[in-house]
């Protein structure tokens, strides 16, 4: 693999210190970064011995994949210690919150990180005997005493799963304020002080709460910060434009005590994890930042200069400034699908098709999230034949399996399996023993031979309602019976579904050939051959469509907008987008210009 060194990468090969890199889609960093690591392995081997070592953090595990393979390309091979390359998350519990957190709980159980927040909402609920001797759902105390405006426990308003400590120590509902209408700010406190108090007491603590610790005893213990400066004098922050604030802190914290060489490597319009704090302003505030050594790369090696000006739009005028440096352009005009409802599987057909009469192989069709994807999987149903959670559940593992994405049908299944096999464990328990079975390989592969066997989906609804149960008691050998508990008839329920079947509501029916289709988070990072994104016909918050091609007129854009602008930016060779069939020629011509192909499937 050979490296085009231009000027802009040269700068950023011999800064030091604190550094920002703005790199623009296609702008080759990970590239940089791994070159950069290569460059300084020698030099640092000298300087700090054998067993201190570059840490490269990035966002995702996609991310940190991408930068390994990179690296082994350049030079042939492996990072090895004492480098590393690692997910932010990872490097914040492995080197800080796991083991050091001792020192911020005396009497603790071992602490375990949370895959999912929602576990901890289900802990606090029961069952218990009404007056009219009626078991009913119900809250452990002493939930049931911490009260809402409402009268009713806080836990209603405020799921535990939403509680949050700020950087500052004090509580928010996901990011945001309680609303004073539904709670007194004190009860709200002492709802949250209590939640929390027993999460870090029973060691369960979710990412966030990771993260609050580790700064916590950065802070309070200033040997930690120094001990990591050694073992990682230099540390390279990529994707840093999803940081939040308090990951941010955390490294503010480090590099004041000690840490002298941090970099921050990102492009802050590709900034896609809202929902998980990311706050881009705080990337562009460290890059015009006199603090800071701002450097920029501006050339586009990915994709022709047509299918950058199409991204561009997102941008401000004066902003328009990436180039492409691309050596091979075939030419390909952008393609533009209007489509009915309906016809959107046959779309795909026609883009997969068009693609590999062009021997374009790395392609995948993109929409805004999962649910429009399900949607167009057939996964939306509206059928709710079940009280019992289990009989979805174990459509969805089935549903996984079958479409061959062998990991989240074992994630599923796992958490089926255990809970069935072990009805009494505790929620702790419950934890420590998933993650214990996690790397279990011959417990996975009884997972998966677990879903295999399911009943097949094409068997009715009332006839999988009996198969399904009565197989699981089988393969588990379980020594008590299974119900779905199925309803007799309700609002989400049609009697006449009891005769069809199950993967008419439940099963992709749309589309065939679904390997290819996927959501824009899952290929942010990526480069593609083609790619053909789908824009939706309602105008809603969270939908995107024609009218969002254009900046935002009161600041940088938001997320939505970010959104398309990394979808756009996949393409080494060919853009597709498809647009329903109310946005005219004229419009696209007009937001496009004249070179572009307008398909109509009719």
């Not at 791994?34 to 996609?62: R, V, W």
């Not at 901890?120 to 078991?135: A, H, I, M, R, V």
């Amino acid at each position: 693999m050979e490296l085009d060194v231009t000027d802009e990468l040269q700068a950023y090969f011999d800064a030091k210190g604190k550094v920002v890199l703005n790199a623009c889609p296609g702008g080759g960093k990970t590239t940089a970064i791994a070159q950069k690591i290569i460059n300084l392995e020698d030099e640092y081997k000298k300087t700090y011995g054998n067993h201190s070592g570059i840490a490269c953090i990035s966002f995702t595990n996609a991310a940190k994949d991408e930068l390994s393979l990179t690296y082994n390309q350049l030079c042939g091979a492996n990072l090895q210690y004492p480098h590393l390359v690692s997910t932010i998350d990872s490097f914040i519990n492995t080197y800080i919150t796991l083991p050091f957190y001792y020192l911020l709980e005396r009497n603790f159980a071992r602490p375990q990180i949370l895959e999912s927040n929602a576990r901890l909402d289900s802990f606090w609920k029961t069952k218990y005997t009404n007056k009219k001797g009626q078991l009913v759902d119900g809250l452990k105390n002493p939930m049931n005493s911490l009260k809402a405006k409402s009268g009713r426990s806080i836990y209603y308003q405020y799921l535990p799963s939403t509680i949050r400590l700020e950087p500052d120590g004090s509580y928010s509902v996901n990011g945001n304020a309680p609303s004073e209408d539904k709670v007194d700010l004190k009860a709200f406190e002492k709802y949250c002080k209590y939640i929390k108090g027993w999460q870090f007491e029973n060691g369960l603590i979710t990412t966030n709460d990771s993260a609050y610790i580790a700064l916590r005893l950065l802070r309070k213990n200033p040997k930690i910060c120094k001990w990591l400066a050694s073992r990682f004098p230099h540390i390279i922050v990529d994707e840093a434009q999803d940081n939040s604030l308090m990951q941010h802190q955390i490294f503010e914290e480090l590099n004041s005590q000690g840490l002298e060489n941090i970099e921050f490597i990102g492009d802050p319009y590709q900034s896609l994890y809202e929902f998980r704090d990311a706050n881009p302003q705080l990337f562009l505030d460290k890059y015009n930042s006199d603090d800071y050594v701002g450097l920029d790369l501006s050339n586009n090696r990915r994709s022709p200069q047509h299918i950058i000006d199409c991204f561009s739009l997102l941008r401000p005028e004066d902003e328009r400034t990436i180039l492409g440096a691309c050596k091979t352009d075939l030419k390909e005009s952008i393609l533009i699908y209007k489509y009915k409802d309906g016809d959107r599987g046959e779309i795909i057909n026609h883009f997969e098709e068009y693609c590999i009469s062009k021997d374009l192989k790395k392609l995948k069709v993109v929409v805004r999230g999962n649910s429009i994807r399900n949607k167009m999987l057939g996964r939306d149903a509206q059928q709710r034949p079940w009280h019992n959670q289990l009989a979805y559940d174990l459509i969805a593992a089935k549903i996984e399996f079958d479409d061959k994405n062998l990991k989240d049908a074992i994630n599923i299944a796992r958490n089926i399996v255990i809970r069935l096999e072990n009805r009494a464990l505790s929620f702790v328990d419950f934890g420590h023993l998933r993650a214990e079975l996690k790397t279990d390989y011959l417990n996975n592969a009884r997972i998966i031979k677990f879903v295999e066997g399911l009943p097949e989906l094409l068997n009715t609804v009332e006839d999988w309602s009996e198969l399904c149960p009565a197989y699981v008691k089988k393969a588990l050998n379980l020594d008590y019976d299974i119900d779905f508990g199925m309803k007799k008839t309700s609002r989400y329920f049609d009697k006449a579904t009891r005769t069809e079947a199950v993967s008419a509501h439940f099963n992709r029916v749309d589309i065939e050939k679904t390997s290819s289709l996927t959501t824009v988070h899952q290929v942010k990072g990526k480069t593609l051959d083609a790619i053909l994104i789908f824009f939706d016909e309602k105008n809603h918050a969270s939908n995107i469509n024609f009218r969002d091609l254009e900046p935002d007129a009161d600041g940088f854009i938001k997320e939505k907008k970010r959104i398309i602008y990394v979808a756009m930016s996949r393409p080494k060779h060919l853009l597709a987008m498809a647009f329903p069939h109310k946005i005219s020629d004229k419009q696209l011509i007009e937001k496009f210009g004249q070179d572009i192909s307008i398909i109509n499937l009719d």
